[in-house]
C-alpha cells in the first residue's frame, strides 16, 4: 500500500545553500532549499547541487526513503 503525503512547501531563505548552482533566482530554488532543509538531499559535493544531472535510480530510492521516513529494520 502507498500513502501518499503532501505538504506545502514554504517560502525559501533568502541565501542560497547551493549559490553556485542553484542561486535564489533559479526557477527550482525553494523546492531544492526545502530538499535540502529537510535533510533529503545535500547536493552532489563541493557546495552544488548540480540541477541538470541525471539521477540513478538508487539515488532516488534515497531521496525517497529519506522523504518518506522509511527504514528498513534488519
Not at 512547501?9 to 535564489?24: G, H, I, Q
Not at 533559479?26 to 548540480?50: D, K, Q, V
Amino acid at each position: 500500500t502507498f500513502v501518499w503525503c503532501a505538504s506545502a512547501v514554504e517560502l525559501a531563505p533568502a541565501t542560497a545553500t547551493f549559490p553556485s548552482d542553484v542561486p535564489t533566482t533559479h526557477p527550482l530554488f525553494r523546492f531544492i532549499e526545502a530538499m535540502a532543509a529537510a535533510g533529503i538531499t545535500g547536493g552532489c559535493g563541493a557546495g552544488a547541487y548540480c540541477p541538470d544531472s541525471p539521477l540513478t535510480r538508487g539515488q532516488m530510492a534515497v531521496f525517497f526513503s529519506t522523504a518518506l521516513g522509511l527504514h528498513f529494520a534488519p
